[in-house]
């Protein structure tokens, strides 16, 4: 049986009276890259401080391979290989003895991976750290992480200094790492990076996850755009069940655009198939209808992209 790499129960953890998590519960599969996403200020970064045995919990239990986070860190650590979202380097190191050092901190040597990823990153070790830039230094921090071999990467917004050939060159990384059966926890608002990279993802919204699965079982709880135009009348498909929003053509006959459930998408096609579908256009809703979905619910505390 194999066992679950990070598993997360009813987490909670307080700022003194700040309830920063309520209630964060959700698991990382060996082989498996799940996406943690949410509005800034939504615990995403404290849980994962959580998870490193920076801070504490007030409640809730987490684990990584099966050992508790707290007390367990030490241990842990020796497994996992970890980038924050803002990184800070020593000064007065190079890029290049930033990352020997990073590597030396997990009990990592650089090799020949270490020298293709400076190279595919396009890192110029030779400058201070000092001189860098945010994108820079990320890239320093994920060349040291990405070269270190280790059984779980976790990344807190790892490319959000990074411009889309570099996001690119990480994305093409963490496919790796996934091949070879590793696990990762990417938080990111990269929502095209979480849709083509992850296998779950979990929402956190005000220190709760309010939604955990596959993008396909997500996209069960929302609604697909239709583009239809069919040869008999369209009449009757504005009142079945799960349509929403229907709007006839003024200009083109049998023509119409709504929006349908995607759990009785099936349904409507076989409604639409009786009236000879001349023209079809279907579109799923992206992670970002999603994300919209549940951002604009009340009680956010604030609002994203
Ligand atoms: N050390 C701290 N002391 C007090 N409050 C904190 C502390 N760290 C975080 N918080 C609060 O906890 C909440 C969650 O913060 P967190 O950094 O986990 O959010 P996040 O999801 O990572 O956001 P972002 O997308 O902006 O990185 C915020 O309201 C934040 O102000
Ligand atoms: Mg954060």
């Not at 007390?71 to 970890?82: D, F, K, L, M, T």
């Not at 990111?188 to 956190?204: A, F, K, N, Q, T």
């Amino acid at each position: 049986m194999a066992q679950t790499v990070v598993s997360i129960n009813h987490l909670q953890k307080f700022f003194g009276k700040f309830q920063a998590l309520k209630d964060v519960t959700f698991d990382v599969n060996p082989g498996e890259v799940f996406g943690f996403i949410g509005p800034n200020g939504a615990g995403k970064s404290t849980t994962i401080r959580v998870l490193l045995g920076i801070l504490k919990a007030s409640g809730g239990q987490a684990t990584i391979f099966n050992e508790d986070v707290w007390q367990q860190a030490v241990a842990i650590h020796n497994r996992i290989a970890y980038v924050p979202g803002d990184v800070y380097l020593w000064p007065n190191l190079t890029g290049g003895e930033m990352i020997d050092f990073l590597l030396k901190l997990n009990h990592q040597k650089r090799t020949a991976k270490t020298d293709e990823l400076i190279q595919e990153f396009e890192l110029d070790t030779k400058k201070k750290s000092r001189s860098y830039s945010k994108g820079n230094r990320q890239k320093v921090a994920l060349i040291a992480a990405l070269s270190t071999d280790a059984d779980l990467y976790i990344f807190d917004e790892p490319t959000s200094g990074l411009d889309p050939l570099m996001e690119e060159v990480f994305q093409k990384h963490v496919l790796a790492l996934k091949h070879q059966g590793k696990s990762v926890l990417l938080s990111s608002h990269i929502l095209s990076e979480v849709e083509r990279m992850c296998d779950r993802i979990g929402i956190i919204r005000a220190g709760e996850i309010v939604e955990t699965g596959t993008l396909d079982q997500m996209r069960q709880l929302t609604r697909t755009q239709v583009v239809v135009q069919t040869k008999q009348e369209l009449a009757g498909i504005e009142t079945l069940a799960g349509v929403h929003t229907f709007k006839a053509d003024e200009q083109i006959a049998n023509k119409a655009v709504f929006a349908v459930n995607t759990a009785q998408i099936g349904a409507v096609m076989a409604e639409l198939v009786k009236r000879e579908i001349v023209t079809l256009q279907t579109t799923p809703p992206t992670l970002e209808d999603l994300f919209i979905r549940y951002y604009n619910t009340e009680g956010t505390e604030g609002h994203e992209k």
